[in-house]
């Protein structure tokens, strides 16, 4: 027998220190008992806090949802190289806690299947003293008591005198009397093994394990892709990206929260059946299994001062197992002078070999019904529950506040980087003859002064205003729409191919009023072909007066703020 101790776990004096409280704010003692309504209803007043939490985060992101929504300022692009290396930060931190999950996930599961092994041992050494117990009855009864018909059968075929049979008869209703003595013997024991079932809880809690693993490490993985996703947007700056896995982590923080709570409740649970596990398990066998107090005593404990309380039951019937034998020996010996060899030795070895089972199955009964391989599974049980089990289901619940938490800042951060975050323009692609793009003055690319067309080059001459007389309205119904300034003449732009500088082109405005509309027009033309010749240089227009402006002028503009007057 050994006597090892228990250990209280540091972790599981935390979690059975929290408050028990339930629905009507009463306290209990905390002892674990899944019967009691009061300490069931503490145990769901923790599973409720961290889901109230939840809501309220919800509440929270609703809000800012609205308020950034209906905020009227306009962030412009500006540099948030500080806050996108803060978001990676996190995003780093976030996928540290999404690590220390798997540990506990794998931890927690180790620890419960350590568990359950150890109890499907202890239900194995369990059916092994119903087997054995149930051998040994199918060899005092059933083989037995066909070999002792067979033994009378027998005695009444061959003539065996008066005396013989007078001792041989009470021999074998010794036999008799002695199987039943045995079996009355091991009926307590094996009703008692029989009480214990534990394979449904065994089967309840594997399956229970088994989809609570998967689900969680499944959830881990979706954690940490949204997590590492969330580079993606955040490098190449995209903002409707950004605000989609935002989203996600909003439903993830909702998720580790719910989990938080189921977790945390599990964690204070298990907190509490560790603390005293003895007497949790005492009266779950009482209730369950109705075994006596001094059974589960010794089989918990197993103290080296404590005996089997099967022991006494098994030494009385292995003694009534050698009565017996000496008593078969007395029988074969009367009658082995009255029976055929062959027929004789048949038969004492069939009702030897019986008792030699029962006799086999009575010592292995001794040794299963010892306390100490039970107790060994049993402290197994525990090791593996309240270390490994509690102390993953903690790492789990680190992790899961953890994530609930950075997950939460990134959402803060990233909708606030994505006020930042603008589509960039590409560039079209420009054509360098188009004549309405900026010119480099004096055709010196290193130049600083572009000047376009339209607008006057630097160094060019701004004539001032000419006198109000000039300034006369046109009222002639005969003016040609559209027409504006008047066109340069062929001798100002003779040489304009030839001229480096600056050409001037003097515009003439006629004062005869019955020029025909053709003659303006062909006018245009030659200004055309004009402007022409003269791209090789910037042109200076200026305008001639040479007499009231004409109404047939299709260049001239009574508005213009230049000075139209011949250069000197």
């Known amino acids: 027998m050994t006597g090892e101790e228990y250990v209280v776990t540091r972790l599981a004096k935390f979690f059975h220190s929290f408050p028990h409280v339930d629905l009507t704010f009463s306290t209990n003692n905390g002892s674990f008992n899944l019967e009691n309504v009061s300490y069931t209803q503490s145990l769901g007043f923790w599973v409720a806090v961290?889901?109230?939490?939840?809501?309220?985060?919800?509440?929270?992101?609703?809000?800012?949802?609205?308020?950034?929504?209906?905020?009227?300022?306009?962030?412009?692009?500006?540099?948030?190289?500080?806050l996108r290396v803060l978001i990676g930060i996190f995003i780093i931190i976030s996928i540290i806690g999404i690590g220390f999950g798997f540990y506990g996930n794998v931890d927690s599961n180790q620890g419960v299947k350590d568990f359950t092994e150890a109890a499907e041992d202890i239900d194995g050494t369990i059916l092994n003293i119903q087997s054995e117990l149930d051998q040994q009855a199918s060899s005092v009864n059933t083989s037995l008591?066909?070999?002792?018909?067979?033994?009378?059968?027998?005695?009444?075929?061959?003539?065996?005198?008066?005396?013989?049979?007078?001792?041989?008869?009470?021999?074998?209703?010794?036999?008799?009397?002695?199987?039943?003595?045995?079996?009355?013997?091991?009926?307590?024991?094996?009703k008692d093994s029989s009480n214990v079932d534990i394979k449904k809880s065994i089967s309840t809690i594997k399956n229970f394990e088994e989809y609570r693993?998967?689900?969680?490490?499944?959830?881990?993985?979706?954690?940490?892709?949204?997590s590492v996703s969330l580079f993606i947007p955040l490098v190449k700056r995209m903002k409707r990206l950004l605000l989609f896995f935002s989203g996600l982590m909003v439903i993830n923080v909702l998720i580790c929260w719910i989990l938080t709570g189921i977790f945390l409740g599990f964690s204070i649970a298990t907190g509490d059946f560790c603390v005293d596990p003895h007497n949790v398990t005492e009266r779950m066998l009482r209730s369950d299994s109705h075994l006596d107090p001094d059974v589960v005593d010794y089989y918990?404990?197993?103290?080296?001062?404590?005996?089997?309380?099967?022991?006494?039951?098994?030494?009385?019937?292995?003694?009534?197992?050698?009565?017996?034998?000496?008593?078969?020996?007395?029988?074969?010996?009367?009658?082995?002078?009255?029976?055929?060899?062959?027929r004789f030795q048949k038969i004492e070895w069939w009702l030897k070999s019986c008792l030699k089972n029962a006799d086999d199955n009575i010592i292995q009964t001794i040794t299963y019904t010892s306390c100490t391989p039970i107790r060994n599974d049993y402290m197994r049980a525990l090791r593996g529950l309240c270390k490994s089990g509690l102390a993953g289901m903690a790492f789990l619940l680190l992790s899961m506040v953890g994530t609930a938490l950075c997950f939460t800042i990134l959402v803060l951060m990233s909708c606030r980087a994505s006020k930042f975050m603008?589509?960039?323009r590409s560039h079209d692609t420009v054509d360098d003859r188009d004549p309405f793009l900026p010119h480099v003055e004096d055709g010196n690319p290193t130049s600083n002064t572009y000047y376009r067309y339209g607008s006057l080059p630097t160094g060019s001459t701004i004539r001032p205003e000419p006198p109000p007389s000039y300034q006369q309205s046109n009222t002639d119904p005969m003016a040609v729409p559209g027409r504006s300034t008047p066109p340069p003449t062929y001798a100002d732009c003779a040489d304009a191919g030839n001229n480096a500088g600056p050409l001037l082109v003097t515009h003439r405005q006629h004062s005869v009023p019955?020029?025909?509309?053709?003659?303006?027009?062909?006018?245009?033309?030659d200004t055309t072909a004009l402007y022409q010749g003269c791209q090789s240089s910037p042109v200076l227009l200026t305008n001639e007066t040479t007499g009231p402006p004409s109404p047939y002028n299709p260049f001239y503009n009574p508005n213009s703020d230049i000075t139209q007057n011949e250069p000197s």
């Open 145 to 190: 008591k066909q070999g002792l018909a067979s033994l009378q059968h027998e005695i009444k075929v061959n003539n065996i005198p008066e005396n013989t049979l007078s001792q041989i008869q009470p021999a074998i209703n010794e036999l008799l009397l002695n199987s039943k003595q045995i079996q009355e013997r091991v009926k307590k024991i094996h």
């Open 50 to 82: 961290p889901i109230l939490w939840c809501l309220l985060n919800l509440v929270f992101f609703t809000l800012y949802a609205c308020c950034r929504c209906c905020s009227q300022r306009n962030d412009k692009d500006g540099r948030i190289l500080g």
């Open 422 to 424: 603008t589509k960039r």
């Open 514 to 525: 019955s020029a025909p509309i053709e003659e303006d027009l062909n006018n245009t033309r």
């Open 300 to 342: 918990l404990k197993c103290l080296p001062t404590d005996e089997n309380p099967y022991g006494e039951l098994l030494t009385e019937a292995q003694t009534i197992l050698t009565h017996s034998r000496d008593t078969l020996k007395n029988i074969m010996n009367l009658v082995e002078p009255y029976l055929d060899t062959s």
């Open 213 to 226: 693993f998967w689900f969680t490490m499944v959830l881990l993985i979706i954690e940490i892709i949204v």
